[in-house]
């Protein structure tokens, strides 16, 4: 173990230097070697131990980041959920939109598999805006036919907890999707914009979207969630957003993420330009 090891010679030398400037007054060496292996096994365990959550605050905005294991669902706070291009919601069979998604997921929990209430606020939400595209039947059997531009959100339920329904990746006719960084940054743009609009600064929770189904793999998840907090972090400095965003990552990917050099930049960012 790394840290138990570092953490020993650190102490064996600490107490070399002691014994030369206090010879005689320290306790038996074989007392002291047994005391400080303890110690150094007590400290690197407890330096192993993976972190699972990382909290920090700023200011100018006050606000604070939190990136924590968990399930985004039992957050008690206004949500974020990916959506694609069509706003589709069909999960049976995982054949348009995979059973183990968060979005299959928001209509089990949310909309306790009630699709056509789902539907019917997506719809409303969506009115006033105008499609980009429509496809042929012909060409994609199931699902919903009209699409919307990247970064379209359509803000779901009531108070105290919204869904905000982001779009950030096209669905094929195939029923694959497919997200880019420039879709995932056009559309973190738009959400920052919408939850300035709707959240009125309240705490806002969301999963590490990017890291599911929607080919967004080339990048690791580290990448995907500095990628998402300095989006945040530099809107917030043109104007506050809300004054806690919560990431929840699912635990099995823990080990994907380092979470202490997370810590280390998120404590650079609060300590950028809005510091001074």
Request: charged share 25%.
């Amino acid at each position: 173990m790394r840290s138990t090891a570092v953490a020993f010679g650190g102490m064996s030398a600490l107490l070399q230097f002691a014994g030369q400037f206090f010879p005689g007054s320290l306790p038996d060496a074989g007392l002291v070697s047994a005391v400080s292996v303890g110690a150094c096994l007590v400290w690197g365990l407890r330096a192993a131990r993976p972190v699972e959550r990382v909290r920090q605050e700023f200011r100018r905005p006050d606000m604070t980041v939190v990136v924590e294991a968990g399930d985004v669902f039992d957050q008690s706070a206004h949500l974020v959920v990916g959506f694609c291009d069509t706003f589709d919601t069909e999960s049976d069979r995982s054949v348009v939109i995979n059973g183990d998604s968060v979005q299959a997921q928001l209509l089990a929990r949310r909309y306790d598999g009630d699709v056509q209430r789902l539907d019917a606020e997506l719809a409303a939400a969506l009115a006033h805006l105008a499609p980009v595209a429509r496809e042929d039947r012909a060409r994609k059997p199931l699902g919903k036919l009209d699409r919307y531009p990247i970064g379209t959100v359509a803000v779901l339920g009531a108070r105290p907890r919204l869904v905000f329904a982001v779009a950030y990746s096209r669905i094929g006719n195939d029923y694959v999707a497919a997200s880019s960084v420039e879709d995932l940054s056009a559309g973190l743009t738009r959400l920052w914009e919408a939850l300035r609009d709707h959240a009125q600064l309240e705490c806002v929770a969301m999963p590490l979207v990017g890291s599911g189904l929607s080919r967004l793999g080339h990048l690791d998840l580290d990448s995907l969630l500095r990628l998402l907090l300095m989006s945040f972090v530099a809107r917030s400095r043109e104007g506050a957003i809300c004054r806690e965003l919560r990431v929840v990552v699912r635990p099995s990917d823990l080990e994907r993420i380092d979470m202490r050099e997370l810590g280390a930049f998120l404590s650079a960012l609060a300590a950028g330009p809005a510091a001074t």
